[in-house]
């Protein structure tokens, strides 16, 4: 009697309840790490657009600043200037966007929470609180992307005295940063790799040419 009322692990309906239990948990597991990486990528893909931002904007200023003057002074300060403002703008507008979105998800999660309690358990409630966005930090790591991107021509163009060489090193320099920015973004965006480096490569190049072009002329014609 004891042998047939114990329950046996060859019972075909305990093995199927056991598998769907397995099944169902990985499945949930993949969800997560699909989430997380959705997430992470979402996040470096910004940074890499934030430090191309920072390359091309100060780039460009400077390639516009040396068309009519030649003093290695003058092309850092352009720079660095672009470098700060550039880099509080991008932090402003990122906190300004992101505060936004979170003022909204606060008050969706109030209305949810005023429906009663069997609208939502407090775990789910929990786990929105965690995912809530940090203004403080995006505007933080936006400025910082654009940073590092803006430290590239300034690098480059630092420690050079003779006005040609400086020019061709900052313009090698960048080349070689877009390319290596659109690969990156390419990467986490799941795009082709060629293409997007390559038109990264080539809007920069005009970004900075059409700077160089223009300031040029105004400061030729003497206005």
């Known amino acids: 009697m004891a042998a047939t009322n114990q329950t046996s692990f060859n019972n075909p309906k305990f093995t199927v309840s056991v598998n769907d239990a397995e099944q169902q948990t990985s499945l949930e597991l993949e969800a997560v790490?699909?989430?997380?990486?959705?997430?992470r990528s979402q996040?470096?893909?910004?940074?890499?657009?934030?430090a191309n931002d920072g390359l091309m904007s100060t780039?460009?200023?400077?390639?516009?600043v040396g068309?009519?003057?030649?003093?290695i002074k003058a092309m850092i300060l352009t720079g660095f200037a672009g470098l700060v403002a550039g880099a509080c703008s991008m932090a402003i507008g990122e906190f300004v966007s992101v505060y936004s979105?979170?003022?909204?998800?606060?008050?969706?999660m109030k209305r949810e929470k005023e429906r009663g309690p069997d609208h939502e358990d407090q775990n789910k409630e929990d786990e929105k609180k965690?995912?809530?966005?940090?203004?403080?930090?995006?505007?933080?790591?936006?400025?910082?992307?654009?940073?590092?991107?803006?430290?590239?021509?300034?690098?480059?163009?630092?420690?050079?005295?003779?006005?040609?060489?400086?020019?061709g090193v900052v313009v090698g320099a960048v080349t070689l940063a877009l390319i290596v920015f659109g690969w990156l973004g390419a990467v986490l965006g799941k795009a082709p790799l060629v293409r997007?480096?390559?038109?990264?490569?080539?809007?920069?190049?005009?970004?900075?040419?059409?700077?160089?072009?223009?300031?040029?002329?105004?400061?030729?014609?003497?206005?």
């Open 196 to 223: 997007s480096s390559v038109r990264v490569l080539i809007g920069g190049w005009i970004a900075m040419a059409i700077t160089f072009g223009l300031t040029k002329l105004i400061g030729s014609s003497g206005l």
């Open 67 to 71: 068309a009519i003057k030649q003093d």
């Open 43 to 50: 996040w470096l893909r910004a940074a890499v657009l934030g």
């Open 101 to 108: 979105q979170l003022d909204i998800e606060l008050a969706q």
């Open 33 to 39: 790490k699909e989430f997380d990486y959705s997430k």
């Open 130 to 167: 965690e995912d809530l966005p940090n203004p403080l930090q995006a505007a933080a790591a936006s400025a910082l992307a654009f940073s590092l991107g803006a430290m590239v021509p300034l690098l480059a163009a630092s420690f050079i005295r003779d006005y040609k060489v400086r020019v």
């Open 59 to 64: 780039a460009s200023l400077m390639m516009g």
